[in-house]
């Protein structure tokens, strides 16, 4: 055997009689050991919690909350309002009406499909049966394919229906389940508010966003919602649905072309409406999410740098207790190397200790929410590594001073030092 090998294999094994020391130093003093980490536990677990909370809505926000289609942006009055001087001045913004839409609609060229919507809340009865405050579509035929509302029974609204202002509609699944579990609700009516409609189809099961059920509504056409819900402040969105994704931002500047010479602006004007695209939301939540891990950072910085102190604190305290045992392994040959290595390693892994018990914390919490709430929360591998990576890192760089001090002790006076 080579003497580079000899040397390896000693190395070795100084480092497994370290690592078992360091690993019976913390079975020794279980409560100090779990006190001691506190620090770094609740570093590693807000830091594991934040992003395995953002890692989740990434997804969840992008398929169903950002999600307006390919193609598709709307023309809004107030747009996205990040703060409450946004909100005053768009609430000053005139209110767009069923003329822009049908300009839109008519004069634009570079769009597929143009569609026009207003929301209201109203209370549903089907017989002695009710249902408050369900969600009221008044909608164009367009809607339901640039939304993605697929048909289960029936039909959705068409061109006459909306012409005509029909009394008709089309529900979600929560009011069949609730007016009509055991029989067919197609020609049944339902009184929606004060006037009475005729079901002509239902839609799919869409599920829920953020706890809120997509599947509670009553849509009816858009020229029928005008005339009984529709009051004078109101506003219709609007929705574009460029030829391909590619075009979305010639559609968008051919559209806010049409409505600012229909709304006399200058030149040099603000616009008086807002687009609102899936890059819009998706840079909102961007926005958000950057600033819950910013101040995630922050604590959990705050956190580590408590957590290492104290570490520091109980292996200085670590070495007074300890003094005799440095003496007799120095003097039965140990180096400074040994010794400092002795506490390094008993350091780190107290530190990822701490690191680990945060991240199984963090993890069981996020799998316990989204079993029992549906809400996404997804702790991803990096977020792991990083984080036994930062705690270990932490115990090492904290644990240097004890270990120096404990390296530097000379035997003799160790030796002398009281058990």
Known sequence: MSSRQE???????????????????????????????????????????????????????????????????????????TSFEEFIKARKRPPIKLEHYELLRDTMTLSQKVAGVAFTRQDVRYGNDLIEEVRVIGATPDYADMRNFTVGQGRYMN?????????????????????????????????????????????????????????????????????????????????????NAEMVDATQDEARMIMRSRRHLQYNDPDNFAFVGSSTITGLWEEISGNIFRIAVGLTSVFMVVGGIVIMNIMLASVTERTREIGIRKSLGARRKHIVMQFLVESAIMAAAGGAVGIFVAA????????????????????????????????????????????????????????
């Open 364 to 419: 069981g919490l996020g799998m316990l929410v989204t079993a029992t709430t549906g809400f996404p929360i997804l702790t991803p591998l990096w977020a792991v590594l990083t984080a036994l990576t930062l705690s270990t890192t932490v115990g090492l760089f904290f644990g240097i001073y004890p270990a120096v001090r404990a390296s530097r002790l000379d035997p003799i006076e160790a030796l002398r030092a009281e058990v």
């Open 7 to 81: 040397k390896g294999r000693a190395t070795s094994v100084a480092f497994q009689e370290t690592l078992w020391l360091a690993l019976d130093a913390l079975r020794a003093h279980k409560l100090r050991s779990f006190l001691t980490l506190l620090g770094v536990i609740l570093a590693v677990f807000t830091l594991v919690l934040v992003i395995s909370t953002v890692e989740g809505m990434n997804g969840y926000v992008a398929e169903k909350i950002a999600n307006l289609g390919a193609g598709v942006f709307a023309v809004d009055r107030f747009g996205v309002i």
């Open 159 to 243: 061109e006459t229906d909306d012409e005509h202002r029909s009394p008709v509609c089309f529900i979600g699944p929560d009011l069949v389940a609730k007016f009509f579990p055991t029989v067919d609700p197609l020609g049944k009516t339902i009184r929606v508010g004060p006037q009475v409609y005729e079901i002509i189809g239902v839609g799919k099961v869409q599920g829920s966003v953020l706890g809120q059920s997509q599947d509670s509504y009553v849509q009816i056409p858009l020229g029928t919602f005008l005339k009984t819900f529709f009051r004078p402040d109101d506003s219709v969105l609007i929705f574009v649905k460029a030829r």
